[in-house]
């Protein structure tokens, strides 16, 4: 390995993102070339012309942008999870605050279904599927305000049912249960208020489908101010890897510093599940394939682990729009299907039982 590892690692994934940016636009139903054949093509009727600018601005590159932008939330708030939690297996869906940001959303559609003067006076079935996918910023602030909210309430809630963070078993079981709990919740709110139910089942999916300009520009805003904020905190990460003790003894008031870390996590993790849904995995596994190539401070991992996790989730939906073209998977399920194995083969690698009974 190079004495300076993170440059040449920064370097790959700018090269990845902007290779996967350029391939998202090309990969779709309405094949790239004859995309530009059209766009080209002076002859071409202007409303055929029209129509394919339409498709690369309005819906690929959005998407595209979108889709790294997620995943770089979420790549931020694994790394964020699994430093303050000191645990290599934490992040956003195993701590529920993933599941607490989707009970959020899930009350805020039960609300904007019945608000026809928000949503516009088309068919209820066309105005529960804008109140999730619109591009309105009124929709998508209360939208993300609303997951925001749960996401702070489930963290709390799986740390108070953990007492703590000291038991690394008991965490994670607290997480898996808060999960659980709150995703019962969510479906009661969809069987109850059938106006959310073709809107939710959408969002239970995952996808980067319906993500517009304005979401874009609304997670790009949040993630610029949380990789900011996450870069200053992240001091008290290193502090916490080598001991609760010794971070103290460095002088770092804990308490309100975590709570600004907590914060981080739930803002990061809310935005993206507001825009695009439950994704799985991509958080747990963007900050250890970012340490399985280099060994640096949370400083230079925050943003590593930011952008892996954003070449991870163009990739995915790429493959997602590919693999049964000219249909395609809901990127949700293609990332739970490939981190579910991830998360076997990590289980596997830390089998042996550790000093605080964690996996």
């Known amino acids: 390995m190079s004495a300076r590892p993170t440059p040449r690692l920064a370097g790959v994934l700018l090269l990845l993102s902007v290779s996967l940016w350029a391939l998202g636009v090309c990969v779709g139903s309405s094949g790239f070339e004859n995309l530009l054949l059209t766009l080209w093509d002076t002859a071409s009727p202007a409303a055929d012309r029209a129509y394919a600018w339409q498709i690369v601005m309005d819906i690929r590159l959005p998407r595209t942008l979108g889709a790294w932008t997620a995943g770089a939330l979420l790549g931020l708030a694994g790394v964020v999870a699994q430093g303050l939690f000191r645990n290599p297996l934490a992040d956003p869906y195993l701590l529920g605050s993933a599941s607490g940001a989707s009970l959020g959303v899930a009350l ?52 108070t ?11 994670l079981l607290a997480g898996v249960i808060v999960g659980v709990v709150l995703g019962a919740a969510a479906s009661l709110i969809m069987l109850y208020s059938p106006d959310s139910l073709q809107a939710m089942q959408a969002f239970l999916l995952g996808s980067t489908a319906f993500i517009s300009w304005n979401a874009w520009g609304l997670m790009a805003g949040v993630w610029l101010l949380l990789i900011v904020l996450a870069w200053f905190l992240a001091r008290v990460l290193d502090g916490l890897s080598l001991g609760e003790n010794t ?17 981080v996590l739930a803002l990061a993790t809310a935005t993206a599940v507001a825009q695009t849904g ?49 249909q395609e998977l809901p990127v949700g399920v293609l990332t739970a299907l490939l981190g579910g194995g991830y998360l076997l083969w990590l289980m596997h690698r830390r089998s042996a039982p550790t000093a605080t009974g964690g996996l």
């Open 161 to 171: 049912l953990a007492k703590g963070v000291a038991h690394t078993l008991r965490l």
């Open 247 to 263: 971070a103290l003894s460095l002088g770092l008031p804990l308490a309100p510093l975590r709570a600004a870390l907590v914060g």
């Open 108 to 159: 805020a559609l039960a609300l904007l279904g019945g608000l026809p003067a928000l949503l516009g006076e088309a068919g209820l079935g066309a105005r529960v599927a804008s109140s999730l996918f619109t591009g309105h910023w009124g929709i998508r602030l209360g939208l993300t305000g609303a997951a925001f909210v749960g996401a702070v309430g489930a963290v709390l809630l799986t740390l």
């Open 278 to 326: 439950l994704i799985a995995f991509v958080g747990l596994a963007a900050p250890h394939l970012v340490r399985a190539v280099v060994q640096v401070s949370y400083r230079e991992q925050v943003w590593l682990a930011s952008g892996m996790g954003g070449v991870l989730l163009v990739a995915a939906d790429i493959l997602a729009r590919a693999l049964i073209a000219p």
